[in-house]
C-alpha cells in the first residue's frame, strides 16, 4: 500500500474513533436530554397543554416543544463540552465561545427539525403519530413524549455529526493540516 493508501486508512481509521466518540458523547446527551426532559414534565403543566397559539394556523405552540427544545438546549452544551475536550480535542485550538456559536447553530438547526418531527410524533391527527392506545402515557416506558423524543434524537445525530465535524471543530482539522504541512 502507497503513502496514500496509508494516509487513507489512517484517516478513515480516526473517523471512525471520532464517530464512536462522538457516539458515546451522543448517549450521555441522550441522558441529559431525557433526564431533563423527565423532569421538566413531573414539574411543568402537562405537555399537551397549549402554551400560545401560532397566529391563526389552528396550530400551538406546546409545552412538549418547550421541554424538548430545554432539553436539548441542556443536552447541547454538555455535550459540546464532552466533543471540545475528548472528541475534537479542540479546546486548544479556539476559544470556548468561537466553536461554542456555530456548535448552538447546528444544534438549533437540529432543534427545528426536530421540532417538527416530534409535532408529527405527537400530534393525533399525523399520519405517523405514535399510537396512544400503546403510547397511553400511563407509564415512563408507555410515554409517548420521551419515545418521540428518542426517536428525534436518533434521526438528528448523524445530521449533527456531520456538521459538527465539517464546520464547528474545523479550527482542529486545519490545524492538524497545518502541521502535516
Known amino acids: 500500500m502507497g503513502s496514500r493508501g ?11 474513533g471520532l464517530l464512536l ?7 450521555s446527551g441522550v441522558l441529559v436530554n431525557l433526564l431533563t426532559l423527565v423532569v421538566l414534565r413531573r414539574f411543568g403543566p402537562h405537555f399537551d397543554e397549549a402554551v400560545v397559539a401560532i397566529g391563526s394556523s389552528g396550530f400551538n405552540l406546546r ?8 432539553a436539548f438546549l441542556v443536552a447541547n452544551l454538555s455535550n459540546f463540552q464532552l466533543n471540545r475536550t475528548w472528541t475534537f480535542k479542540s479546546n486548544l485550538a479556539a476559544r ?7 456548535f448552538l447553530v447546528v444544534g438549533l438547526a437540529g432543534q ?5 418531527l416530534l409535532t408529527l410524533l405527537m400530534h393525533p391527527g399525523s399520519p405517523v403519530s405514535l399510537p396512544r392506545d400503546v403510547f397511553d402515557d400511563s407509564s415512563g416506558l408507555r410515554n ?4 418521540s423524543q428518542l426517536i428525534v434524537i436518533a434521526v ?3 445530521l449533527s455529526f456531520v456538521l459538527n465535524k465539517l464546520w464547528t471543530f474545523a479550527a482542529v482539522r486545519s490545524a492538524r493540516l497545518g502541521l502535516l504541512e
Open 156 to 158: 438528528v445525530t448523524p
Open 144 to 147: 409517548r413524549l420521551y419515545w
Open 63 to 70: 409545552w412538549y416543544h418547550v421541554y424538548s427544545t430545554l
Open 21 to 27: 466518540r462522538f457516539g458515546v458523547v451522543g448517549v
Open 112 to 116: 427545528v427539525i426536530a421540532l417538527a
Open 96 to 102: 470556548w465561545w468561537r466553536e461554542y456559536w456555530p
Open 6 to 16: 496509508a494516509a487513507l486508512t489512517t484517516r478513515h481509521r480516526r473517523n471512525v
